[in-house]
């Protein structure tokens, strides 16, 4: 016999419980399990007034967040739609299924105010660390360190020659990414810095790249610092997608890494565009072993002698050529933090080897980085097998932003300005870290508070 619906849609009075109809094993189940906002009131307490109606709950908005980030729905709207349907996310925020869900302004609104102010999502990050490094997840031996570019929500179309002059004070551009972006002007211009060559109107903070043979296009560089034991993000950074802006954050990350979580590890591991002598001088001063390839252009490809032809003398600090005659330094150092070894006129002039070495010269010029001692500590370490086991391990950042882009949809921001970047970096890395927290430590969830 053919069954029909028997239902009554118009019910007032249900039986019904959603802590029954979410899965033992669905993601925000395991989520729940090890995140624990406990604190987020009390942190947060300062930055609201004691008077006056109640506000949303913070707690319910970061919630929301998460949930969104870790099914790839940034949209504040869709979110607060997709909440309002989903008895998962509705049980994951703690939502009765009468209660109402906060209106997406509202949450644009503290996202942009009080969120920012009290830098809460990094709390929430440097939480959900502390809790890693508790599950026994974090080793402290061995980071990796790199960077992916993530297209800023700015127009190809609509950029203006770094050359050119910009009216800042015009109130068409008196944005919120503007005043981030002449906030972080440097007084004094930088010599190492190039003139951009193309600046966004609407988020000028971000960089004209076309790095990871993309198509060209404004982007912000996601810097992650992982620790290699388990894949667990340590810290996240936004730059401009630049490579000297990314090295930078290197320090950056690891100086607040071990003020936050007193993690210092003993190596780095991370790919050639960090294989700079001050970087990896930076590295050996703060006693880290520089487990990256050594950034290199002195291989000459035309069959002429290369730098390595030449033997370096350190005791006297001079060069060797392969005729035996000596290159000399005047000690000079130079804006690109070279200095520059001179053969002499009179040896090159009668030298049989001159064709092979400088044949468009009248004597040969070799440079040496003045951290070139901080190179050969690192080419050292090249051969060895706890730099093979480092280059594996660095793979671990790469596979994290594969999985943010393919799995979770990240592959462009929301937001704008360096701040705007750098929340939308720590909710990822946030849920990238909890999902690797339920999947590999199971702690108890903690109590449900009653209301009152
Ligand atoms: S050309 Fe000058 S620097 Fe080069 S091998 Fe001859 S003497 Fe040495």
Redesign the pocket.
Known sequence: MMGRLASDQGKFFYDFSLEDHVPGDHLLRRIAGVLDLGWLHAELSPFYSHTGRPSVDPELMIRMLLVGYCFGIRSERRLCDEVHLNLAYRWFCRLGLEDRVPDHSTFSLNRHGRFREARVLRSVFEEVVRRCMGAGLVGGEGFAIDASVMEADASRYKGVPGTDEIDWSEPRYDTRAAREYLDALDPEPNPARKTPKVISISDPCSAWTAKANKRVQFGYGLNYLIDNKHAVIVDAEATPARTYDEVVATKTMIDRTNKRFGLKPRRLAADTAYGTGKSLAWLMEQGIEPHIPVWDRSKRKDGT?SRADFTYYPERDVYL???G?T?KTTGKVLSDNTLRYL?STH??GV?P??AR??PNMS??RIPRDVNEYARDYARSLAATEPFETSRRERKKVEMLFAHLKRHMGFERLRLRGFSGANDEFLLAATVQNLRRLAKLAAIPPPPIPKAV
């Open positions: 002698f050529c392969p005729n005659k290159l053969a040896d090159c030298c080897m001159k070495c400088c004597f040969r």
